[in-house]
Every structure is written in structure tokens, then in C-alpha cells.
């Protein structure tokens, strides 16, 4: 088997641990064990919590110490357990302690795997930024496996989805010591402490064009936290009016939500050429634009046939917001940085997006969606509305402080491949 199918199998089960819970896990701790919204976006917030450290921490590991592909299998051995655990737990307490322990060791594997695959593909001789997000577009198709899976056995409110994806877990995890082997840096002795620790990545905050693009990156993460907390039990409250009970959105949530990562296929195969054609500068312009869309559709969306259309093209404009800032910002950071740090950097760009940005979304939505909530009964198109004109103010703030002489420049070498 080829290096490019090996990585695919990886990144697949890589991203259907995730697709088997993390849209669904709130509609099952609302529903189900009766959270409050500050409840749900406080177990929400321990993906944050943990992406804040855990990830810059696993670089420099990576980078220093343990070879990534077996630091990577470790993490998913850990993570199983705790996601067996979580099935289990009926309090939000003890719920937050639980998945902030799996994010712990979950966040970091998003990095590590990327610089597996960036290792490999360079090993085989291939060129990263024209041959990954080939292979990156299978984690999509296993996010969209694994929503699939527990939307049609009808799993979403039922705590088997985290059985399900802790057994995947224990799957990844053997099969990623079969992986090629990631050279590690060997730091030397005479080293100044910060070097030594990796810590060489947070040199790009004097950067002010790094400096600022790590900013928004963190302020776009809240958005992606924000989707991904309420966006399931949203479409599951259409339930709440008896005309709309019976329709497609209530029965099968998830499956419409997958939309949104099927989008994700054609626009993460849509990188190379608006990166080479717009620079980075455009390309998170654009993805800023597509989630204030995707929050005005929310807004105006229902199950009847005008609002269907309109949470379907909310599906369709999140494949682009998600992509164009996370996919092409791990290769803008892979391109700009020295790869004696790539770990390190990708590890920090990652604690930006889904660190900070994941923790502010996680717990700023959930006091917002309590706010407008009366009796249990929640105003969504308030707060859509609320969420959309936040990344609206974001688009035009960027648009004047990201300076960047010619970006195109720095993606020269990006090349369209057939």
C-alpha cells in the first residue's frame, strides 16, 4: 500500500473519533441528561482548555523527544479510555473533569497528524501542499462516516456514540505504530533553555503579520466552537413545533449537518488554487464572509421548504469557512516557518484556533444561548443573528489590519495537480 492510502486510513479514523461525538454530544447532554446551555458549553470549553497547552506541548515533544507517530498512538490508547469513561457519567462536573482529560490527549493528535503526513509525503518525495489535502480530504469522509453511522441508528441522545468512538480510538491507535517514523530534532545541551524546549514558535508573535494572523485564527476558532456546540441541538428543537415534528431536519440531524463536511471535500480540493491565486489575506477573507452566512441562514433556516433551502446552504458555506482559515492556515504556518519548529508552530497554531478560540467560543455561547432562553425555550434566531454579526465586525477589522506585502510570494510553490 502507498504512503498516500496509509495516511488516508489514518486521518479517516482520525476524524471519525471525532464526527462520532462532537456535533452530537450536546444535543445528548440537553436532551438527555438535561445540561443547561452554560453546562454544555462548559464541557465544551475543555476542548479549548486543553488545545490552549497540549498541543504546543505535544510539538515539542515531537520535535525534541518521542517520534509523532508514537506519541500519536499513546494519545489515542488514553483517549479511548476516557471516552469509555464518559459514557458512563451523568454529571456535568464530573463530565467536564472526563472530557477535559480526553481533549487533553485528543487536541494534540490533530497537529501530530499533520506533521506525520507532512514527514511522509516529503519522505516519498511528494510535495505537501499540492499532495495533503488530497489525503487531508478523508478525514472528512470519516467525520461524515461517523455522523452518518449515529444519526441513522438513531444514537444521537444516547451515550453509545462515545462507546463508539473509543473503540475507534483503540483502532487508531495500533495502527499508528505501523506508520513511517518521525525524525525527532536532538536538541543539543548548549542550547538556550527556550530552544531547548521547543519553545521556538512563540518567536513568531514578533511577527506583527504572524502576530495578527494567530490572533484571528483564535477569534475564527470561536466561531468553529460555536457550530460545533449548538448547531445539532438547534435542529433538534425544531421538534418543539408539532408541524415540523416529523420532518426530515428533526428525524435526522446529523445526517444534514454532514453536509457540511461534504462541502468541506470541494473546498479543501479548492486550496491550492485560491492560495496561489489570492494569497492567505483573501482566502480567510472569504472564510470569514462564509461563516457570517452560515449564522444568517441558521437565522432564517427551517425544516418548510424556503427555510430548508436555507439550512442547506448554511451547510454548503461552512465547508468553505472551515477550510479556508483552518486547512489553509496549517499550510500558510507550514510554509512560513522553519521546519527545525514545524511541530512546534503547527502545535501553537493549533492552541490559537482551537485553544483560546474553542474555550472564549464554548463558554461566551453558552451564557448567549441561556440569555436568550425563556421557560426552556430558546430564541435561535437571536442567537444566530448575535453569532453572525460577530464575524461580520471580525471580516472588516481584518480586512484593515492584516498587512501582508505580497502573499502570493509565500505560495509560490503551491502547483494545481490532476
Known amino acids: 500500500m502507498d504512503i498516500k492510502s496509509r495516511l488516508r486510513i489514518m486521518v479517516f479514523l482520525q476524524f471519525f473519533i471525532w464526527g462520532a461525538w462532537l456535533v452530537t454530544l450536546g444535543s445528548y447532554m440537553i436532551n438527555t441528561l438535561q445540561f443547561t446551555g452554560a453546562q454544555v458549553g462548559l464541557v465544551y470549553s475543555s476542548k479549548g482548555i486543553a488545545a490552549i497547552l497540549m498541543p504546543s506541548i505535544a510539538g515539542i515533544i515531537a520535535d525534541r523527544w518521542i517520534k ?107 495502527y499508528s505504530f505501523t506508520l513511517p517514523d518521525c525524525p525527532t530534532a536532538n536538541a543539543k545541551k548548549d542550547k538556550s533553555l527556550v530552544s531547548l524546549l ?17 490572533l484571528f485564527a483564535m477569534l475564527l476558532g470561536a466561531s468553529l466552537q460555536i457550530t460545533n456546540t449548538f448547531g445539532n441541538p438547534f435542529l433538534h428543537d425544531f421538534e418543539l413545533n408539532p408541524s415540523y415534528k416529523d420532518s426530515f431536519v428533526v428525524k435526522y440531524p446529523s445526517i ?32 470569514m464572509v462564509a461563516w457570517t452566512l452560515r449564522f444568517v441562514f441558521f437565522a432564517y433556516g427551517d425544516p418548510s421548504g424556503v427555510g430548508f433551502v436555507l439550512l442547506l446552504l448554511s451547510m454548503i458555506v461552512y465547508g468553505c469557512a472551515f477550510d479556508f482559515f483552518n486547512i489553509s492556515g496549517a499550510i500558510f504556518v507550514e510554509k512560513e516557518v522553519d521546519h527545525r519548529i514545524r511541530a512546534s508552530a503547527q502545535g501553537l497554531f493549533l492552541t490559537m484556533v482551537n485553544g483560546l478560540g474553542a474555550y ?44 501582508d506585502k505580497h502573499d502570493r510570494d509565500v505560495m509560490k510553490n503551491v502547483n494545481i495537480g490532476h
Open 256 to 287: 444534514l449537518l454532514s453536509i457540511s463536511q461534504i462541502s468541506e471535500v470541494f473546498f479543501i480540493l479548492a486550496i491550492p488554487f485560491f492560495l496561489r491565486k489570492f494569497g492567505i489575506k483573501k482566502v480567510m477573507l472569504i472564510s
Open 68 to 174: 509523532a507517530n508514537r506519541l500519536y498512538g499513546i494519545f489515542h490508547f488514553l483517549g479511548a479510555i476516557a471516552l469509555f469513561v464518559a459514557a458512563q457519567i451523568s454529571d456535568p462536573t464530573i463530565m467536564f473533569w472526563v472530557m477535559l482529560f480526553n481533549a487533553m490527549v485528543y487536541m494534540p493528535t490533530l497537529a501530530l497528524s499533520n506533521v506525520i503526513s507532512y514527514v511522509a509525503l516529503e519522505k516519498a518525495g511528494l510535495d505537501t501542499v499540492k499532495d495533503f489535502p488530497p489525503v487531508r480530504v478523508f478525514g472528512t469522509v470519516g467525520f461524515i462516516a461517523a455522523m452518518w453511522a449515529i444519526s441513522l441508528f438513531k444514537l444521537e441522545l444516547s451515550s453509545i456514540q462515545l462507546y463508539i468512538a473509543a473503540g475507534i480510538s483503540i483502532l487508531l491507535a495500533l
Open 198 to 214: 521547543g519553545l521556538d514558535a512563540f518567536v513568531l508573535f514578533k511577527q506583527k503579520k504572524m502576530a495578527v494572523f494567530f
Open 360 to 403: 472564549v467560543g464554548a463558554i461566551a455561547s453558552g451564557k448567549i444561548v441561556d440569555y436568550f432562553t425563556v421557560d426552556g425555550v430558546k430564541d435561535w434566531q437571536s442567537i444566530w443573528l448575535v453569532f453572525g454579526s460577530y464575524t461580520l465586525i471580525l471580516a472588516i477589522i481584518f480586512a484593515v489590519s492584516f498587512k
